[in-house]
């Protein structure tokens, strides 16, 4: 699944691509994957601002937004990448006034592109961007204080934290040596701190990294990420930690694979 940084650089070159660009045609393939929330049309808005929250993509038109969550496997490709024009895991297919496509291919069609007149009607439970500046070192203490949930689940939730998902999960606990089940009241709050840098250097990393490629993530022009190269715990089961030596096991932990370090990471 694009976490953060993947999403983080799909918005940075949509909004090259894109922004006072027109729309001139929608072409849904798989119903499902497009809700229309208001009673506006798509046809002549033209996108004025590009931003994300979180793991949400928001087009913002001149009236009304286009909210995008590309959830398992989704991929955005610009017109200028190559012709997806028949390609089977197409599901739809936006075209603009300059003749310019976007297509959007999702292979486990779990993926959304949300037509609503204001983001606030999609977003409203999403909590605060993981990288964003009203995010400080004290607030992410304040909110790992006030949860009983086992940490792993908490930054996966998006109701607090919104942006991080497995990969990163597993490495920013990895690299501050917290097991991905301790109580979130109970580790200490140096760890907590340390915890929250970590969050800021591994994700701005890996968006300087173009992304996290694993299996399906790919940029606008169908670039495969970089950071995978770095991952120090991510997809490592049964290698040797390169901390201690010990051998990496997987377990399930807040329903996803889970890849831990049984003696670097200290459950609080």
């Given at each position: 699944?694009?976490?953060?940084?993947?999403?983080?650089?799909?918005?940075?070159?949509?909004?090259?691509?894109?922004?006072?660009?027109?729309?001139?045609?929608?072409?849904?393939?798989?119903?499902?994957?497009?809700?229309?929330?208001?009673?506006?049309?798509?046809?002549?808005?033209?996108?004025?601002?590009?931003?994300?929250k979180?793991?949400?993509?928001?087009?913002?038109?001149?009236?009304?937004?286009?909210?995008?969550?590309?959830?398992?496997?989704?991929?955005?490709?610009?017109?200028?990448?190559?012709?997806?024009?028949?390609?089977?895991?197409?599901?739809?297919?936006?075209?603009?006034?300059?003749?310019?496509?976007?297509?959007?291919?999702?292979?486990?069609?779990?993926?959304?592109?949300?037509?609503?007149?204001?983001?606030?009607?999609?977003?409203?439970?999403?909590?605060?961007?993981?990288?964003?500046?009203?995010?400080?070192?004290?607030?992410?203490?304040?909110?790992?204080?006030?949860?009983?949930?086992?940490?792993?689940?908490?930054?996966?939730?998006?109701?607090?934290?919104?942006?991080?998902?497995?990969?990163?999960?597993?490495?920013?606990?990895?690299?501050?040596?917290?097991?991905?089940?301790?109580?979130?009241?109970?580790?200490?709050?140096?760890?907590?701190?340390?915890?929250?840098?970590?969050?800021?250097?591994?994700?701005?990393?890996?968006?300087?990294?173009?992304g996290?490629?694993?299996?399906?993530?790919?940029?606008?022009?169908?670039?495969?990420?970089?950071?995978?190269?770095?991952?120090?715990?991510?997809?490592?089961?049964?290698?040797?930690?390169?901390v201690?030596?010990?051998?990496?096991?997987?377990?399930?932990?807040?329903?996803?694979?889970?890849?831990?370090?049984?003696?670097?990471?200290?459950?609080?």
């Amino acid at each position: 699944m694009p976490e953060l940084p993947e999403v983080e650089i799909v918005v940075r070159e949509l909004r090259l691509t894109l922004i006072g660009k027109t729309f001139s045609g929608l072409n849904v393939y798989w119903q499902r994957s497009f809700r229309a929330q208001t009673e506006d049309t798509l046809i002549n808005r033209k996108i004025s601002r590009i931003t994300r929250k979180g793991k949400y993509i928001i087009l913002n038109l001149d009236r009304g937004c286009l909210i995008i969550h590309l959830r398992m496997t989704g991929q955005l490709f610009s017109g200028e990448s190559e012709n997806y024009n028949g390609h089977k895991h197409l599901r739809i297919k936006i075209s603009f006034k300059d003749h310019s496509p976007l297509y959007f291919i999702d292979q486990r069609k779990f993926g959304r592109i949300y037509h609503v007149d204001d983001s606030g009607e999609i977003l409203k439970n999403v909590g605060v961007d993981a990288v964003a500046d009203e995010l400080s070192g004290k607030g992410f203490i304040a909110l790992l204080n006030r949860s009983k949930m086992a940490v792993k689940a908490f930054l996966l939730c998006q109701k607090y934290v919104s942006g991080m998902g497995n990969i990163y999960t597993d490495e920013c606990l990895f690299r501050c040596g917290i097991h991905p089940l301790s109580r979130c009241e109970n580790i200490p709050d140096l760890k907590k701190a340390e915890l929250y840098l970590t969050i800021q250097e591994i994700l701005k990393s890996a968006i300087l990294n173009m992304g996290t490629t694993i299996s399906d993530y790919r940029d606008t022009y169908g670039n495969q990420g970089q950071n995978q190269k770095f991952l120090k715990i991510y997809d490592c089961d049964g290698l040797p930690c390169s901390v201690c030596g010990s051998i990496i096991k997987k377990e399930k932990i807040a329903g996803r694979g889970t890849h831990i370090c049984p003696v670097c990471q200290k459950i609080y």
